[in-house]
């Protein structure tokens, strides 16, 4: 099966296309957030801060890159675990997130936060940190560069491998909510 | 500090006839915390002519050379299991992930890249003779000057924080480090960079003794449905069973590091484990979670006796990348 080629940011009509198990490559642009920037991010909202970088419209990737070589865009960076993320992301996605790319389950309410907002979920492929990596065209950090490998990088990814995880109709390519 | 020698074992002797890749000898129960690090002395503490003398910067070099080497690859058993579970998966998803992995692996090893961006927070295990004296600076400073050195050089992630407040460490220290003491002259250390998304699915559970067998196999596939997706499968199973809570899952530890697909010597632990595997494979998580034929790539237990009031098994799951490095000094 030849995965569909997918530009970020995608289209309503796209996103609406797609479906759970549907294998894609995703290229174009991406923020990486994972756990202690959200914290972050969320500690800003409470306080009214404005944050360094529009949510709405974004697309985040669930990871935390190693360092690159010299020479090379960025080290190897592929997805952390998206359930960890759980409980910050139905909000996300109500401020306008476009979508994720992480790996792994994701919880009924996050499902359904993606079902409410048409937006969809990415996996990319959990251990292929390497080759992520090397998807990587530019990487520029953007936010709370204290966080080290946690940091908000703005990231131009070509061609990442994906399978649609969870499709904008809520439908989830993973065991636990098959039915 | 309890030291239980087994001197009868003679797998556990470290010497030239027994090859780096060692069947585990029936464990020892030996863990110092690594922050204790007081200096015990005897008033007449000495190196008498019978001891062998390892300079602890030779220890640096060694968990330099391990650690530079395990990040960037995964091993040979685990490479053999991902190609063999690639060529019989029906699932297009699982197929085309199992693809992407192999070519990252290969792509890993030929750039020097981290096979996985997380390069784990490093597990170092020690045999140490006792035949052997140690010169130099502190043993635990030098293994941590090893991993700094290669967490640097080698472009690693530096993934260690403070449990409380977070802040990182900066440079992947402090290592986890776990001492044996065996008879023989040799040193022997193997380097495990372990990765949290599986991490975090590892479980312990203390069993009543009536749950026998049946029990500890619905522990170990329990653990793993209950981690799904999460943890990277296909996932390798490290199983501790008996001893105490925490040598239990030390146990579950050390199991990782028996190459996948080789039997533990007694049939009724290799029972458990073909076992365990079996039913794992049937809940069919597949790779990545995607719904497919490979959940798990092995199961290996370790097994030591326990209280007559007790069964603790401990889960230890490892994700896909299975990075594992030893050296024999």
Do not use: W
């Not at chain 1, 190897?76 to 909000?91: N, Q, V, Y």
Request: charged residues 20%.
């Amino acid at each position: 099966m030849f995965p569909k080629r997918l530009s970020l940011p995608l289209s309503a009509e796209t996103v609406r296309s797609l479906r759970a198990g549907d294998i894609v490559t995703l290229s174009g642009e991406v923020l990486t957030c994972r756990d202690e920037a959200h914290k972050r991010i969320f500690e800003y909202l409470e306080k009214g801060i404005d944050l360094p970088f529009e949510i709405e419209g974004a697309t985040f990737f669930y990871a935390g890159p190693c360092p690159p070589r010299p020479g090379k865009a960025c080290g190897s960076c592929g997805p952390t675990t998206s359930a960890r993320m759980d409980s910050f992301a139905p909000r996300l996605y109500g401020l306008g997130l476009a979508g994720v790319i992480g790996k792994g389950e994701v919880s009924p309410e996050v499902r359904e936060a993606i079902k409410r907002s048409g937006r969809c979920y990415f996996a990319a492929i959990g251990g292929a940190g390497a080759l992520c990596g090397n998807a990587v065209v530019s990487c520029e950090c953007v936010a709370f560069p204290d966080l080290l490998s946690e940091a908000v990088y703005k990231l131009v990814i070509k061609d990442l491998p994906s399978v649609v995880a969870v499709d904008s109709g809520g439908r989830s390519v993973y065991a636990d909510a098959r039915t | 500090m309890h030291i239980y020698n087994n001197t009868q074992n003679p797998a556990a002797r470290l010497d030239e006839n027994v090859s780096p890749v060692l069947k585990y000898p029936a464990p020892r129960v030996i863990i110092i915390h690594q922050y204790e690090r007081r200096s015990i002395s005897a008033p007449c503490a000495g190196t008498d002519d019978s001891m062998r003398v390892i300079d602890t910067k030779q220890i640096e070099e060694c968990v330099y050379r391990l650690a530079l080497k395990a990040c960037v690859s995964v091993t040979p058993s685990c490479s053999r299991a991902m190609s063999a579970a690639a060529e019989r998966e029906s699932s297009p998803a699982c197929a085309f992930a199992l693809r992407v992995l192999a070519e990252n692996a290969s792509l890993a090893l030929r750039e020097k890249m981290p096979v996985c961006q997380d390069t784990g927070m490093s597990a170092v295990f020690i045999s140490i003779g006792q035949e052997v004296a140690f010169s130099g600076g502190a043993l635990a400073d030098c293994v941590d000057s090893g991993v700094r050195r290669a967490y640097e050089d080698g472009y690693f992630r530096k993934s260690v924080c403070d449990p409380l407040t977070r802040v990182n460490t900066s440079d992947n220290t402090p290592a986890v480090i776990h001492y044996d003491v065996v008879p023989g002259d040799r040193v022997k250390i193997t380097f495990m960079p372990k990765g949290f998304g599986s991490e975090n699915m590892s479980r312990i559970y203390m069993l009543k003794p009536s749950e026998g067998v049946e029990g500890v196999i619905g522990a170990i596939v329990g653990a793993v449905r209950d981690a799904g997706s999460r943890p990277c499968p296909p996932v390798y199973v490290g199983v501790g069973i008996g001893g105490t809570f925490e040598s239990c899952a030390l146990l579950a530890k050390k199991a990782l590091i028996r190459p996948i697909g080789e039997h533990h010597i007694r049939d009724d632990v290799a029972y458990i484990e073909t076992e365990a595997l079996e039913r794992i494979n049937a809940l069919r998580i597949g790779c990545q979670g995607f719904g497919g034929d490979t959940t798990a790539l092995g199961v290996s237990c370790e097994v030591m006796p326990t209280h007559i009031a007790g069964l603790p098994v401990a889960v230890n799951i490892q994700c896909n990348c299975v990075r594992c490095e030893t050296e024999v000094l």
